[in-house]
T-cell receptor, first 115, second 116 residues
Framework: AQTVTQSQPEMSVQEAETVTLSCTYD???????LFWYKQPPSRQMILVIR??????QNATENRFSVNFQKAAKSFSLKISDSQLGDAAMYFC????????????FGKGITLSVRP | NAGVMQNPRHLVRRRGQEARLRCSPV?????VYWYRQLPEEGLKFMVY????????ESGMPKERFSAEFPKEGPSILRIQQVVRGDSAAYFC??????????????FGSGTRLTVV
Protein backbone atom coordinates (compact mmCIF):
# COMPACT_ATOMS: atom_id res chain seq x y z
CA ALA A 1 0.00 0.00 0.00
CA GLN A 2 1.10 3.52 -0.66
CA THR A 3 2.12 5.64 2.31
CA VAL A 4 3.01 9.30 2.69
CA THR A 5 5.17 10.48 5.58
CA GLN A 6 5.55 13.97 6.89
CA SER A 7 7.87 13.65 9.85
CA GLN A 8 7.92 17.30 10.97
CA PRO A 9 4.71 18.16 12.85
CA GLU A 10 5.48 21.88 13.07
CA MET A 11 7.73 24.47 11.51
CA SER A 12 8.20 28.18 11.87
CA VAL A 13 9.61 30.74 9.48
CA GLN A 14 10.34 34.45 9.61
CA GLU A 15 8.32 36.58 7.23
CA ALA A 16 10.16 37.07 3.90
CA GLU A 17 12.42 34.09 4.58
CA THR A 18 12.44 30.70 2.85
CA VAL A 19 11.21 27.45 4.38
CA THR A 20 11.25 23.85 3.16
CA LEU A 21 8.64 21.28 4.16
CA SER A 22 9.64 17.63 3.84
CA CYS A 23 7.66 14.68 2.52
CA THR A 24 8.57 11.11 1.67
CA TYR A 25 6.38 8.44 0.17
CA ASP A 26 6.45 4.77 -0.57
CA UNK A 27 5.05 3.16 -3.70
CA UNK A 28 5.79 0.40 -6.15
CA UNK A 29 4.13 2.29 -8.99
CA UNK A 30 6.17 4.03 -11.65
CA UNK A 31 3.50 6.48 -12.77
CA UNK A 32 1.85 8.72 -10.22
CA UNK A 33 1.19 12.29 -9.12
CA LEU A 34 2.24 14.16 -6.01
CA PHE A 35 0.54 17.17 -4.49
CA TRP A 36 0.91 19.76 -1.77
CA TYR A 37 -2.32 21.08 -0.27
CA LYS A 38 -2.73 24.02 2.08
CA GLN A 39 -5.42 23.97 4.78
CA PRO A 40 -5.94 27.32 6.52
CA PRO A 41 -8.15 27.62 9.64
CA SER A 42 -11.19 27.87 7.36
CA ARG A 43 -10.58 24.14 6.62
CA GLN A 44 -10.75 24.70 2.86
CA MET A 45 -8.25 22.41 1.11
CA ILE A 46 -6.35 24.47 -1.44
CA LEU A 47 -4.07 22.95 -4.06
CA VAL A 48 -0.62 24.54 -3.87
CA ILE A 49 1.32 22.56 -6.44
CA ARG A 50 1.24 19.31 -8.40
CA UNK A 51 4.05 17.14 -9.77
CA UNK A 52 3.79 14.38 -12.34
CA UNK A 53 6.25 11.59 -11.57
CA UNK A 54 7.32 11.06 -15.16
CA UNK A 55 8.36 14.70 -15.50
CA UNK A 56 11.95 15.34 -14.53
CA GLN A 57 11.49 19.08 -14.13
CA ASN A 58 10.45 20.28 -10.71
CA ALA A 59 7.10 22.08 -10.61
CA THR A 60 6.92 25.74 -9.62
CA GLU A 61 4.00 28.04 -8.88
CA ASN A 62 5.09 31.60 -8.11
CA ARG A 63 6.73 31.47 -4.64
CA PHE A 64 6.18 27.73 -4.30
CA SER A 65 8.49 25.12 -5.78
CA VAL A 66 9.21 21.46 -5.17
CA ASN A 67 12.32 19.33 -5.01
CA PHE A 68 11.22 15.99 -6.44
CA GLN A 69 13.69 13.16 -6.02
CA LYS A 70 12.03 10.13 -7.58
CA ALA A 71 14.71 7.59 -6.69
CA ALA A 72 14.70 8.72 -3.08
CA LYS A 73 10.89 9.01 -3.07
CA SER A 74 11.15 12.49 -1.66
CA PHE A 75 8.92 15.47 -2.45
CA SER A 76 9.71 18.64 -0.50
CA LEU A 77 7.98 22.00 -0.81
CA LYS A 78 9.95 25.23 -0.74
CA ILE A 79 8.16 28.46 0.08
CA SER A 80 10.14 31.57 -0.80
CA ASP A 81 9.52 35.07 0.53
CA SER A 82 7.15 33.70 3.19
CA GLN A 83 4.06 35.76 3.90
CA LEU A 84 1.77 35.86 6.91
CA GLY A 85 -0.97 34.35 4.76
CA ASP A 86 1.15 31.25 4.24
CA ALA A 87 0.49 30.18 7.84
CA ALA A 88 -1.58 26.98 7.63
CA MET A 89 -1.46 23.19 7.71
CA TYR A 90 0.30 21.73 4.68
CA PHE A 91 -0.43 18.24 3.46
CA CYS A 92 1.58 16.17 1.05
CA UNK A 93 -0.50 13.74 -1.02
CA UNK A 94 0.03 10.94 -3.51
CA UNK A 95 -2.18 9.55 -6.24
CA UNK A 96 -1.45 6.63 -8.52
CA UNK A 97 -2.61 6.93 -12.09
CA UNK A 98 -5.05 4.34 -13.33
CA UNK A 99 -8.23 3.26 -11.66
CA UNK A 100 -9.95 5.14 -8.87
CA UNK A 101 -7.45 7.99 -8.52
CA UNK A 102 -7.89 8.45 -4.77
CA UNK A 103 -5.50 10.62 -2.80
CA UNK A 104 -3.32 9.32 0.03
CA PHE A 105 -2.37 12.10 2.45
CA GLY A 106 0.40 12.57 4.98
CA LYS A 107 -0.38 13.72 8.52
CA GLY A 108 0.40 17.31 7.70
CA ILE A 109 2.68 19.99 9.06
CA THR A 110 1.66 23.18 10.81
CA LEU A 111 3.54 26.16 9.43
CA SER A 112 3.63 29.39 11.41
CA VAL A 113 5.01 32.65 10.02
CA ARG A 114 6.62 35.13 12.40
CA PRO A 115 6.16 38.83 11.55
CA ASN B 1 -19.10 30.56 -6.90
CA ALA B 2 -19.26 27.12 -8.50
CA GLY B 3 -17.21 25.30 -5.86
CA VAL B 4 -18.05 22.19 -3.88
CA MET B 5 -20.74 22.92 -1.31
CA GLN B 6 -20.93 20.87 1.84
CA ASN B 7 -23.61 21.21 4.46
CA PRO B 8 -24.04 21.49 7.22
CA ARG B 9 -20.72 23.04 8.17
CA HIS B 10 -21.10 21.87 11.75
CA LEU B 11 -23.24 19.01 12.96
CA VAL B 12 -23.78 17.85 16.53
CA ARG B 13 -25.35 14.48 17.18
CA ARG B 14 -25.97 12.45 20.31
CA ARG B 15 -24.65 8.93 20.46
CA GLY B 16 -27.00 6.57 18.65
CA GLN B 17 -28.45 9.18 16.30
CA GLU B 18 -27.99 9.32 12.55
CA ALA B 19 -25.76 11.86 10.81
CA ARG B 20 -26.41 12.84 7.22
CA LEU B 21 -23.75 14.86 5.40
CA ARG B 22 -24.38 16.47 2.03
CA CYS B 23 -22.03 17.34 -0.79
CA SER B 24 -22.98 19.22 -3.95
CA PRO B 25 -20.10 18.89 -6.43
CA VAL B 26 -18.95 21.49 -8.88
CA UNK B 27 -21.54 21.83 -11.62
CA UNK B 28 -20.74 19.30 -14.32
CA UNK B 29 -18.55 17.13 -12.10
CA UNK B 30 -19.72 13.54 -12.04
CA UNK B 31 -17.14 12.06 -9.64
CA VAL B 32 -17.18 12.53 -5.87
CA TYR B 33 -14.74 11.44 -3.18
CA TRP B 34 -15.31 11.46 0.58
CA TYR B 35 -12.46 11.78 3.08
CA ARG B 36 -12.37 11.85 6.88
CA GLN B 37 -9.96 13.91 8.93
CA LEU B 38 -9.44 12.96 12.56
CA PRO B 39 -7.78 15.49 14.90
CA GLU B 40 -4.05 15.88 14.22
CA GLU B 41 -4.32 13.56 11.23
CA GLY B 42 -4.32 13.86 7.48
CA LEU B 43 -7.34 13.10 5.36
CA LYS B 44 -8.20 9.42 4.94
CA PHE B 45 -10.02 8.17 1.88
CA MET B 46 -13.45 6.71 2.52
CA VAL B 47 -15.37 6.24 -0.72
CA TYR B 48 -15.34 7.18 -4.39
CA UNK B 49 -18.60 7.53 -6.27
CA UNK B 50 -19.73 8.24 -9.78
CA UNK B 51 -23.34 9.20 -10.36
CA UNK B 52 -25.49 6.20 -9.30
CA UNK B 53 -22.40 4.02 -8.78
CA UNK B 54 -19.99 3.26 -5.96
CA UNK B 55 -16.58 2.86 -7.59
CA UNK B 56 -14.41 2.23 -4.53
CA GLU B 57 -15.55 1.92 -0.93
CA SER B 58 -12.39 0.36 0.43
CA GLY B 59 -11.98 3.09 3.07
CA MET B 60 -15.50 2.89 4.46
CA PRO B 61 -16.12 1.15 7.79
CA LYS B 62 -18.10 -2.00 7.10
CA GLU B 63 -20.95 -1.11 9.42
CA ARG B 64 -23.04 2.02 10.00
CA PHE B 65 -21.55 4.00 7.10
CA SER B 66 -23.07 4.34 3.65
CA ALA B 67 -22.78 6.75 0.73
CA GLU B 68 -24.74 7.52 -2.37
CA PHE B 69 -24.56 9.88 -5.33
CA PRO B 70 -27.93 9.84 -7.07
CA LYS B 71 -28.61 10.91 -10.61
CA GLU B 72 -30.16 14.11 -9.29
CA GLY B 73 -29.16 15.91 -6.13
CA PRO B 74 -26.16 15.93 -3.83
CA SER B 75 -24.00 13.08 -2.67
CA ILE B 76 -24.92 11.89 0.82
CA LEU B 77 -22.67 10.31 3.43
CA ARG B 78 -24.82 8.63 6.09
CA ILE B 79 -23.59 7.47 9.47
CA GLN B 80 -26.07 5.46 11.50
CA GLN B 81 -25.96 5.08 15.29
CA VAL B 82 -23.05 7.48 15.68
CA VAL B 83 -20.40 6.91 18.34
CA ARG B 84 -17.84 9.31 19.87
CA GLY B 85 -15.15 7.95 17.56
CA ASP B 86 -17.06 9.23 14.53
CA SER B 87 -16.29 12.81 15.58
CA ALA B 88 -14.17 14.23 12.78
CA ALA B 89 -14.20 16.58 9.81
CA TYR B 90 -15.64 15.00 6.69
CA PHE B 91 -14.52 16.38 3.34
CA CYS B 92 -15.93 15.95 -0.10
CA UNK B 93 -14.00 16.49 -3.32
CA UNK B 94 -15.23 16.37 -6.90
CA UNK B 95 -13.64 16.01 -10.32
CA UNK B 96 -15.09 16.21 -13.80
CA UNK B 97 -14.17 12.63 -14.68
CA UNK B 98 -12.02 9.76 -13.51
CA UNK B 99 -8.38 10.72 -13.22
CA UNK B 100 -8.81 13.63 -10.89
CA UNK B 101 -5.05 13.81 -10.63
CA UNK B 102 -5.05 15.08 -14.20
CA UNK B 103 -8.28 17.06 -14.32
CA UNK B 104 -8.16 18.45 -10.82
CA UNK B 105 -9.93 17.83 -7.54
CA UNK B 106 -12.02 20.56 -5.96
CA PHE B 107 -12.54 20.24 -2.23
CA GLY B 108 -15.37 21.52 -0.09
CA SER B 109 -14.82 23.14 3.30
CA GLY B 110 -15.91 20.05 5.14
CA THR B 111 -18.52 19.15 7.74
CA ARG B 112 -17.32 18.95 11.32
CA LEU B 113 -19.27 16.23 13.11
CA THR B 114 -19.28 16.23 16.88
CA VAL B 115 -20.84 13.30 18.72
CA VAL B 116 -21.82 14.05 22.32
Amino acid sequence: AQTVTQSQPEMSVQEAETVTLSCTYDTSESDYYLFWYKQPPSRQMILVIRQEAYKQQNATENRFSVNFQKAAKSFSLKISDSQLGDAAMYFCAYCATGANSKLTFGKGITLSVRP
Amino acid sequence: NAGVMQNPRHLVRRRGQEARLRCSPVKGHSHVYWYRQLPEEGLKFMVYLQKENIIDESGMPKERFSAEFPKEGPSILRIQQVVRGDSAAYFCASSPRDGGFNYGYTFGSGTRLTVV
